[in-house]
């Protein structure tokens, strides 16, 4: 049973043979194996670098098996960098399944080596390819992709790597575990889903400080668990099965957005509506102060929406929220956000919007390949907009729960539809009834 097993192995593992190309390269064979390439020089001679007084990475474009070849280089310091980027961006060209199959295949073709630098690079090559199924996302762990994980430990262990085979069966086994855990949760309704009742109240009876707390707790819950895959391949394919965390995590701003617009405008007395405005504001200000630019944009956005906006402010109050406004004032890309973000030292929750803004600039404007090779200064351009974020989640806010103010938001579900919104605006304040405009309208 064991030998025909081993032979299944062999015969359906879908791994590349020894003499086998990878059919997406295009390649015979009787063409060099890439993937089998050791030498530095000869591998930097078939990358396409930056010529010397460029901008960028130094790594131009290459052919996938050749940039993955590099990233496997990783005894040498002065491709950290390159290593952190290839990993981060290889979706863009590459399948998760595929790669693994690749880097399989070339820890195997040196791993029985005498040669103490082949066995090295065999070592090296393992040790990407765990890092690979560490960083899988938790809708990449499919069926296939566990059944040839597996395959992988059953050949270790078969080969006497048994160290190998344990790092990697404890990977996967983490990662099932994972899975698991995220299932469960989601079979967790939300609050108001469960029939939860709100707490009776007001947001008048919590400090502003205290409710800034909570608002930041409930996004860092969310934001943590955001994969940084999702954010790339949404600037691709706007795939909501493929980014479920990211999908949550923007679902829950515009909730809380329509939320805080609803909580004004259902007011019926003008003072009141004043009050809330009013409230909210000095809640951003605790928010900054946090920085919680996903909070701040999501309450900033309420205010200045056009049912908001449109409707009597005391010329103080509309004076103080355009203080506010020009944080986050789109006519210069963003320049007072950004450099705001720039000086920022974490915990921080940025605006997920203009990263995914920035990604899909960066997508649409250059071309995934230059002369039939993998553009990766485009996949560059992204690695550095997704590191910073991968900054801010590594260092986690200490704030406790606050069951009373959770409860009172009630997962932001008791909010109006737009129409709803603009239907009680124009009962409010009829179209024919002009208002003064502030400084900002003015200008414009």
């Known amino acids: 049973m064991l030998e025909r097993y081993l032979q299944m192995l062999v015969t359906n593992s879908g791994f590349p043979s020894r003499r086998q190309k990878s059919t997406d390269s295009g390649q015979s064979e009787d063409e060099v194996d890439e993937l089998s390439l050791i030498d530095h020089k000869e591998i930097m001679s ?3 670098l930056k010529q010397e007084n460029d901008d960028g990475p130094d790594v131009r474009a290459g052919s996938g098996d050749i940039l ?8 040498r310091k002065d491709l950290v960098l390159y290593c952190e980027a290839f990993l981060t961006t290889y979706r863009t060209f590459i399948t998760p399944e595929d790669l693994i199959k690749k880097l399989h295949y070339r820890y195997t073709t040196f791993c029985h080596s005498p040669d103490t630098f082949k066995k090295r690079v065999s070592k090296n090559t393992f040790f990407v390819l765990v890092r690979v199924v560490d960083e899988l996302c938790l809708v990449e762990l499919t069926d296939d992709i566990l059944k040839q994980l597996m395959d992988l430990v059953f050949r270790l262990v078969c080969n006497g790597e048994l160290s190998l085979a344990r790092v990697l069966r404890n990977n996967i086994l983490d990662k099932v575990e994972q899975k698991k855990l995220l299932r469960y949760t989601h079979s967790l309704k939300p609050l108001a889903a469960r029939g939860v009742a709100a707490r009776p109240g007001t947001l008048h009876d919590f400090r502003s400080h205290e409710i800034a707390d909570q608002l930041t707790l409930l996004d860092a819950e969310l934001f943590y668990k955001i994969e940084i895959p999702e954010v790339l391949l949404w600037a691709k394919e706007q795939n909501e099965e493929k980014s479920p965390n990211l999908t949550q995590f923007t679902e829950h701003f515009n909730n809380m957005s329509y939320w805080v617009r609803s909580i004004i405008i259902l007011q019926e007395k003008a003072q009141d509506r004043e009050k809330l405005l009013l409230k909210f504001i000095k809640i951003m200000k605790h928010l900054r102060k946090l920085n919680n630019f996903n909070s701040y944009l999501a309450i900033l956005s309420a205010l200045d929406s056009a049912p908001i906006r449109r409707l009597e402010w005391q010329k103080q109050t509309s004076e103080g929220l355009e203080e506010y406004c020009t944080l986050i004032d789109s006519s210069s890309s963003f320049r007072a956000y950004r ?25 649409l404007g ?8 993998v553009n990766f200064s485009k996949r560059w351009q992204q690695f550095n907009i997704l590191d910073s974020m991968r900054r801010f989640q590594q260092v986690h806010y200490d704030l406790k729960r606050n069951d009373d103010i959770v409860s009172f938001f009630n997962d932001f579900s008791d909010h109006l539809a737009e129409e709803a919104l603009w239907e009680l605006s124009l009962k409010i304040k009829p179209r024919n009834i002009t208002r003064r405009k502030t400084d900002r309208e003015e200008k414009t």
Do not use: M
């Not at 720039?342 to 203009?354: F, N, Q, R």
């Open 366 to 373: 250059n071309p995934d390949l230059i002369d039939g090779k």
């Open 68 to 75: 993955l070849v590099h990233a496997t280089e990783t005894d």
């Open 46 to 48: 078939r990358l396409t």
């Open 339 to 363: 450099a705001a973000l720039a000086d920022v030292e974490p915990p921080c929750i940025p605006y997920l919007g203009l990263i995914l803004q920035d990604l899909t600039f960066v997508h």
